[in-house]
T-cell receptor, first 117, second 115 residues
Framework: GAGVSQTPSNKVTEKGKYVELRCDPISGHTALYWYRQSLGQGPEFLIY????????DSGLPNDRFFAVRPEGSVSTLKIQRTERGDSAVYLC???????????????FGEGSRLTVL | AQSVAQPEDQVNVAEGNPLTVKCTYS??????LFWYVQYPNRGLQFLLK??????LVKGSYGFEAEFNKSQTSFHLKKPSALVSDSALYFC?????????????FGKGTKLSVKP
């Protein structure tokens, strides 16, 4: 597709369960980003990939959160032992290499809304 | 630490009137500054950015923003608002010496343009 695709769009789970959220970036974009947006707040950085490797994972809140991008395209955000406080919209974005990628113009998907009951 | 403040939760404007959405920032060094817009049920969309050069930057949909270093501000403006401009607007900052991916976003300002 033309844009960043995220699945599922909505996920409801129970406390303690494991969740995977998927992101398919724009074709050819080497950089991929995960952000989290809680109600009434701006997006909060989680992790950034350049190719297959995590270039910056300083935003991951704890070791229950993990993300992979094994082939440098699709990425999966994994959350173990979910807690009610994990409820948020998880946003994925991508950017190309070159000046646009270095200066922060990100292309966002519509997000995956996670609700932990 | 880097931070962004959007002092207004909501801005109400009549169609055809000028609009301003305020943003102030705190970052060491010269910042990279951005505005993004979020329409209902849509992903965040890039509007404009300031990296260096002219303090007045022009972006999509007729929006512009002025970088003011002395006031550490980057207010978003449009000369004549449209009803279709109603959306949630986010200001963001990045430390040029920091991680490429780590944009710091404000809490957002809801813009409501009435006919």
């Amino acid at each position: 597709g033309a844009g960043v695709s995220q699945t599922p769009s909505n996920k409801v789970t129970e406390k303690g369960k494991y969740v995977e959220l998927r992101c398919d970036p724009i074709s050819g974009h080497t950089a991929l980003y995960w952000y989290r947006q809680s109600l009434g707040q701006g997006p909060e950085f989680l992790i950034y990939f350049q190719g297959t490797g995590a270039a910056d994972d300083s935003g991951l809140p704890n070791d229950r959160f993990f993300a992979v991008r094994p082939e440098g395209s699709v990425s999966t955000l994994k959350i173990q032992r979910t807690e009610r406080g994990d409820s948020a919209v998880y946003l994925c974005a991508s950017s190309p290499t070159g000046r646009a990628g270095l200066t922060g113009e990100l292309f966002f998907g519509e997000g995956s809304r996670l609700t932990v009951l | 630490a880097q931070s962004v403040a959007q002092p207004e939760d909501q801005v109400n404007v009549a169609e055809g009137n000028p609009l301003t959405v305020k943003c102030t920032y705190s970052v060491s060094g010269n910042p990279y500054l951005f505005w993004y817009v979020q329409y209902p049920n849509r992903g965040l969309q890039f509007l404009l950015k300031y990296i260096t050069g002219d303090n007045l930057v022009k972006g999509s949909y007729g929006f512009e923003a002025e970088f003011n270093k002395s006031q550490t501000s980057f207010h978003l403006k449009k000369p004549s608002a449209l009803v279709s401009d109603s959306a949630l607007y986010f200001c963001a900052v990045r430390d040029p010496g920091g991680s490429q991916g780590n944009l710091i976003f404000g809490k957002g300002t809801k813009l409501s343009v009435k006919p």
